[in-house]
């Protein structure tokens, strides 16, 4: 199988920095793409010495590029074994390679032995995104994907959206062109066309929109608001390349303005930069690099900018995004970041994913887009937006069987964003009292049939994220230690109107709701009167009690006991005659109103017996002073034993 230059060309050349040291003919073919001829030359030089640690790997990347993926995995493990100190990015090629072989469990068995050193999104992504793999398709998304007429025998990538038209880059010779030395190929170029109403792409011509250069442009991106264009070119004085003390001819990132002038946005003689993506609302700079301090190969960046001016470092988008893989082609649309990886947990090479931009710019876990738009081969390049007449239009490149070339790039319609379907909560746990965020509650998600899916912690301010694999029957509950706790089912529509917007849970803390009144545990109530000389629940009355009823409904394993006082006006028999009615009127009242038989263990009048000054028969008190000693109390008998 010919190697596709291009869909590995922006991963590799940043790294060929090479021509100042001595290599073996092995070396040589290896850096010049020739794998196959470079795995005889290793094997040659393996029969008459040994290979260097470098060397052997090269040897393992050089089967996984021509597919030999059960040698490629038999020579990273070895190295692993031998040196757990493996790159991430080899340490990613090998379980790359274990996975292409469907030696799962070894795969999950590797990365238990790194997991105190990897970063805990990447084994979160992982599991998710096997599980989401293994228990959805895109079988009832209402796919129309089409190769573009507009494709070459050669390859083809790298779609962006210029006005009425599409820009790609493209190696197919056009004589304007010089040879690439190591690939043979001609240097990429810039192509434009026209899209018809079904979005088919036919008969490319070299775009004349921006700079010309003998060297390579690529990767092109036009800012509609700034009516700019960004692109990828070669680091070149106009005649010449330009290399660093190292040798290495790096890739710059420039800016051509609508009037026709030109500037560089990102150069560094030492670094290459990738895949530009300019984001308006916010004047970001994302792009693909590796800076060789970042979690892998690529790591996706961003800076901001003013017109083009750099205001910032780079950013790198963090562990949630960037992997021991190489990320590379980020786009938004509508509040999602796409970009592509090869991790070791997707359908291929290249796979496509897709992650929610939250409101403080953190991201949701990037879920696989799914057969389709990725395939078991290089698959990246995504972009899409709105069209009028079927829905959603979009691109991306794939070097997948049956193509025109090495890479082609690929048309789709579809009626709703492409992607594994989820269910991504993001929001609040606030406590109903203060309305406070609950530092550290518990949010789970459970099934149908009542199995737990996911528990997460809120953070300090009771904010929380939780996504998962999409089910038609989820009951999301929120609860904390001393807290209420917070259950409500939904099912399909349900399910995707609550994901629009912040899905916020109340809960009430109990300690907000209970008090210590004579030595006793009670809940919290305002102090109301029965009419004189009755018993009957006045709607007054009613108003207080129907706060025991909400506090018996969140924390029904609570134990009461209902107590009644009057004061000692009256004869004492008859107060606490009274006092038991009025004791037993309350809980019948609760009773009615749903709280458990069970749960009220007593219910007693006590008279006037337990006075709270010195009021008694015969002593001239003040109404005031009476007053306090008529008093009704719900204590709750086991708060010591529950916490």
Known sequence: MKFNFVAIFFIILSSLGFAQQKKSKGDILFFEYSYNQAIIEYQKELRETKLSNTQYLNLADSYMKIGNYKKASDIYVDIFQKDTTMSKYHFNKMLQSLSKTSELEKVKAFLATKEDKLPKELLENSSFNYELIATNSNDDLDFEIFNISGNSAKADFSPTFYKDKLLFSSDRPDGSKNIYGPSGEAYINIYESKMDLQGN???????????????????????????????????????????????????????????????????????????????????????????????????????????????????????????????????????????????????????????????????????????????????????????????????????????????????????????????????????????????????????????????????????????????????????????????????????????EKAFNMGIKFLDDLIEEQEGQTVIKLKKFYFDKRQSNITPEIAQELDKVVDVMTRFPQLQLRVESHTDSRGGSSSNFALSQKRADAIKKYLLEQGVQAGSILYSIGYGEDKLLNGCKDGVFCLDMLHNKNERSLIVVLNYNILY
């Open 201 to 499: 792409v036919k008969d490319p011509k070299p775009f004349k929109g921006i700079s010309d250069s003998k060297f390579h442009r690529a990767t092109p991106y036009y800012s509609e608001e700034l009516n700019n264009i960004f692109y990828v070119l070669s680091n070149s004085d106009g005649e010449n390349l330009q290399f660093s003390d190292t040798g290495k001819n790096a890739l710059s990132i420039g800016m051509t303005t609508a009037q026709g002038s030109f500037k560089f946005i990102l150069r560094d003689p030492d670094t290459s930069f990738y895949y530009p993506f300019y984001e308006a609302s916010t004047g970001r700079l994302f792009f693909a690099a590796d800076f060789g301090d970042g979690y892998g190969g690529t790591d996706i960046y961003f800076v901001y900018t003013n017109d083009g001016v750099i205001m910032s470092s780079p950013t790198n988008l963090g562990p949630r995004i960037n992997t021991p893989g190489n990320e590379i082609a980020p786009f938004i649309f509508e509040n999602s970041l796409y970009f592509s990886s090869d991790i070791f947990y997707g359908l291929g090479g290249m796979d496509i994913y897709k992650s929610t931009i939250h409101s403080d710019n953190s991201f949701s876990i990037p879920i696989n887009l799914g057969p389709g738009i990725n395939s078991s081969k290089d698959d990246f390049g995504f972009i899409i937006k709105n069209n009028d007449t079927n829905g959603l239009l979009g691109y991306f490149s794939s070097n997948r069987d049956g193509g025109k070339g090495g890479d082609d790039i690929y048309g789709f319609n579809v009626k709703e964003k492409p992607g594994l379907k989820t269910l991504a909560l993001k929001g609040k746990v606030v406590n109903l009292t203060s309305n406070d965020g609950v530092s550290k509650a518990q949010v789970r998600l459970i099934d149908k049939d009542g199995k737990l899916i996911k528990e997460i912690f809120a953070d300090e301010n009771g904010e929380y994220n939780v996504e998962i694999p999409f089910q038609n029957n989820i009951t999301i509950e929120a609860t904390k230690e001393k807290h209420s706790i917070f259950s409500v089912t939904y099912q399909d529509n349900e399910l995707e109107a609550i994901q």
